[in-house]
């Protein structure tokens, strides 16, 4: 039988809207004909090793240079340093990290001063004294202040004697890989992703003491190998200890896995240069885990298919699984189209609206800009045409405010009007003419006439018309809606 736990899993997992064709709620509108269970083993390993480099340098000392040491003692850059607390606990790659300097007390003669301890002064040349010609050409005397041409040695802080020292780096790298014990269906890069019940473990630490042999002289491939197969070997035992009465996993088949694993292990000793870049195993750790795959076989419409949930993750996986026209199809189809709606109605009207921060008759460059390659009886066409889409609008105005407007004795236009929350202005004049001054302080000439409760204005420049119809009206307030262009205006004395 299928559990509750795995039923959810499946029916999510056919539920999502990234795979419209499958059907939602797979399992619970499905016969469940069988199951059959294939778990895996997953086998974790990981690798800590550490590198060191080394540089020679010197630095400064004050000893005699009848200290020489010949040769540095167990030639190895790690037995200098190496102590429990310099290695990172667990498996935590560090990068790069400096470590300082080894002395190697090895005094020799400063390269630098020949072991004098000074060098020729950078100020003077050594000249001490030399002329050279002021702002007015006038030839002066100078005298450096080193008084003997000689300056002290950086390179050995005037001792003349240097030590030399091998600068070093080090780096700890992990290497780790996975594999798994399964012969399934599912893909193994599949399997690989998932994770299961722990059911071994075991860290080993590679002997200080053994490790302390093989620095001397740098650990070289072949040793290296002959301690990790005594390390595989450990490791083995252990996992038949701890494994093999369990009776459930073939602990042969984890074996040839961490063969297999192990044989991908870099090998320090194959790249080690004594001194100057040495690699040192540090521990490694192998895990196995135990992961479950239920495969489950199902009748749906009539029609039998198989699928796999896997991991403790409850991830799913199918070969093949039935297709039907459902709602989530519907939804996508919805959404898209819908969508591409919205998109297309803002786009168009975009290219129409002018934000509301812009003047109205600032739009009407923008027209005539468009027609400017055009031949005159196109572009009078444009302009007739945005007349009469006002007009047909203005076919609906409201009677009464029509009436009331044409009653009205005191409606009077003449005289300076504000945009409200513009800094522009119209003047219109009592002989049907007028001005209109943006908020860049250009000027523009119209024509206007009242008609009802339509106001048309027409541009001197480009004939332009624009025609508002005027909603409400004081002396000193009047509100205009321009249909075309869908803006609301209110002007005010």
Known sequence: MVNEDIKKAVNKWSNSFLRPLIPPKLLSNSEIKGTEDDGAKLIYLKFLYGIKTGRISTQPTDGGIYNVVESTDNQSLWLYSLQKDSIPEGFNPIKKKDS?????????????????????CKSCGGKVR??????????????????DGKQMCSNCDGFGDVEIIILTQREFNLFETKNSQYNGEVPQEKVKKITGDLIYEQVYDYPFDILQGMLVGGIDANEFDRLNNEVLEFL????????????????????????????????????????????????????????????????????????????????????????????????LLCLIIGGLSTWAFKSLNSSKHIPASTHTFDYREKINNEATNQTQTEKENIITNNYKASETINEDTDNQIQEKIEKKDNLNFNGNWRIENENSYYRFNSNGTGNYKNSRGKDYSFKWSLTGNNL??????????????????????????????????????
Request: aromatic content about 10%; glycine content about 6%; hydrophobic content about 30%.
């Open 456 to 493: 048309k204005v027409v541009m001197n420049d480009d004939s332009s018309i624009w025609v508002w119809r005027i909603n409400s009206y004081s002396n000193n307030r009047i509100e205009m809606y321009n249909s075309s262009q869908n803006i609301q205006r209110t002007i005010t004395k």
């Open 100 to 120: 300082g300097f080894i002395p190697t007390g090895d005094i020799r003669k400063c390269g630098t001063c020949r072991g004098t301890g000074k060098v020729r």
């Open 130 to 147: 030399w002329t050279s010609k002021n702002l007015n050409g006038d030839l002066i005397e100078n005298v450096c202040s080193c008084g």
């Open 236 to 331: 083995k035992q252990s996992i038949d200890y701890q494994l093999k009465e369990r009776g459930d996993i073939d602990t042969d088949k984890i074996h040839s896995q961490l063969d297999s694993l192990f044989n991908s292990l870099p090998n320090p000793g194959k790249e080690n240069k004594v001194l100057e870049h040495e690699a040192m195993p540090i521990r490694v750790m192998v895990k196995v885990e135990n992961a479950p795959v239920k495969q489950i076989n199902y009748k749906y419409k009539e029609k039998d298919y198989s699928l796999w949930v896997y991991g403790k993750e409850n991830s799913v996986w199918k070969k093949s699984s039935p297709i039907t026209f459902n709602y989530k199809i519907i939804i």
